[in-house]
């Protein structure tokens, strides 16, 4: 009995002790913030949840968006056991020994388990094999979280046999959110002006506007626990340029703008704005990687290269060494010749399958590699390219216009006369005309 008392005392004085961010965690969907496209009513994920039917899935997304957090929601909502590792900590002999335990129990009690990895991405390939059989069998339930790409990080089996859920950085709306939540739990005031700031300048980042907020609340003792600016400056470890309610986008607008009109002195000036007012510089990476293919497209290929290899740098080397990198790709883009040829092909492309353009796949262009495709047609008269000296064959590769839908658009990409599509443009010419010559030729 005492032994009982000294555990609750104990767990119940690490609580009051946890950092803000786990003490506001969510112990129910309701209360998560953000990520409406997983949690909302009638959601597949919610569902899942509510019902006790969760299958194996991968939480995949930025740090402090909500990974962790769904995954406790599940630890207190499933009959299942719940079980957690860290691919910090865990090895190969941790798996096995949580699979053996999974099995006894499914075994004696006919209860299933669900076990919780964290930081997936860093186990080895043969601590992800050690999890295959039991995850194929169903003899565990996974889920994994992580922040890097499970394409390239996890591999191809196991991912093939659980839900991919991207979660996306908060907005700015829901982080304040979050900040009420944490001021009332902290049981101190604060200026609109310093949760806003503190809102806008963690990049969706939950847990890190929570810490900030956590550090500015200790810093406001002095205030009377009222946290104003300059505690949320000190807890960025900022000096920072004040941003007013609409100042932060408009400091990202001349960012992109001064970028798209090739002028590399303000793309730098906007950048080191930002960087000097604590903007997140992973937003600015990601304002970068969108911006190449938008504004750049073909014109300079290497542009989408160069935006990623930056955002990449930040993660490897953060800031202030990363100022170098996003720097250089700042300059690179704003130098490089423009074109927005590829946006308008896809936004017009993606205009025609919702006005209802026909969007079957002809009989040629469907798989034919499995038995008795070739009784309905799929694959017959498909023309392989490669078999051709050219290079390319001229083929049907859009749908047949459908009688009573709209027409489709065609020609969705229209290369500009500015850098590299010059030559994509003259080699698109050359293969209608070479079409044309061809159809002359037979008449």
């Known amino acids: 009995m005492k032994n009982d008392l000294f555990s609750a005392a104990a767990a119940e004085r690490l609580k009051a002790q946890a950092p803000l961010a786990a003490r506001l965690r969510p112990r129910s969907l309701d209360e998560v913030v953000g990520q409406q496209h997983l949690v909302a009513e009638q959601s597949p994920l919610r569902l899942l949840i509510e019902q006790d039917r969760l299958s194996s899935v991968i939480f995949w997304g ?6 962790t957090t769904l995954a406790e929601v599940v630890a207190l909502t499933t009959n299942r056991h719940f079980e957690r590792l860290s691919a910090v900590s865990a090895g190969v002999k941790d798996v096995r020994e949580a699979i053996e335990l999974a099995a006894e129990r499914l075994g004696q009690f006919g209860r299933g388990t669900i076990v919780f990895i964290d930081e ?16 194929e069998s169903g003899v565990i339930t996974l889920i994994g979280a992580t ?59 939950a847990r890190q506007a929570l810490t900030a907020l956590e550090v500015s609340c200790v810093l406001a003792h002095e205030n009377n626990r009222h946290v104003t600016m300059a505690q949320v400056d000190a807890a960025l470890g900022v000096s920072a340029l004040r941003y007013g309610r609409d100042d932060h986008y408009d400091v990202v607008s001349a960012f992109i703008k001064s970028i798209r009109g090739s002028n ?7 950048l080191a704005r930002m960087l000097e007012s604590g903007d997140d510089a992973r937003f600015i990476a990601r304002r970068l990687v969108i911006l190449a293919s938008e504004d750049i497209g073909m014109a300079d290929p290497n542009a989408l290269v160069v935006a990623v290899a930056a955002a990449s740098a930040l993660e490897h ?20 010749p423009k074109s927005n040829r590829v946006a308008l092909g896809i936004w017009a492309a ?33 023309q392989y390219p490669h078999d051709d000296p050219r290079g390319w064959v001229e083929q049907q590769y859009l749908p047949d216009p459908s009688p009573g839908s709209p027409e489709s658009k065609g020609d969705y990409y229209q290369p500009s006369n500015h850098g590299s599509e010059i030559k994509i443009a003259q080699e698109i010419a050359q293969k209608i005309n070479s079409v044309e010559a061809t159809k002359e030729t037979k008449k």
């Open 120 to 135: 997936i991405h860093r186990f080895s390939t043969s601590q992800q094999d050690a999890l295959l059989p039991s995850v």
């Open 317 to 336: 080397v953060g800031l202030p060494e990363a100022q170098l990198n996003l720097a250089q790709a700042v300059v690179y883009l704003a130098t490089a």
């Open 62 to 67: 930025p740090p402090g968006t909500g990974k």
């Open 264 to 270: 590399a002195q303000a793309g730098l000036f906007w």
């Open 350 to 382: 993606r205009e025609d399958i919702q006005r209802g353009v026909n969007s079957e796949v002809p009989a040629h262009l469907r798989d034919g590699h499995y038995p008795g495709a070739a009784e309905f047609g799929h694959g017959v008269g498909y």
């Open 147 to 205: 922040t890097e790409n499970p394409y390239f990080e996890l591999n191809a089996p196991l991912r093939s046999r659980s839900t991919l859920f991207r979660l996306e950085p908060l907005l700015v709306s829901d982080v304040k959110e979050l900040l009420k939540r944490g001021v009332v739990a902290e049981s101190v005031t604060a200026d609109v002006e310093a949760l806003d700031a503190l809102a806008q300048r963690c990049g969706g980042d």
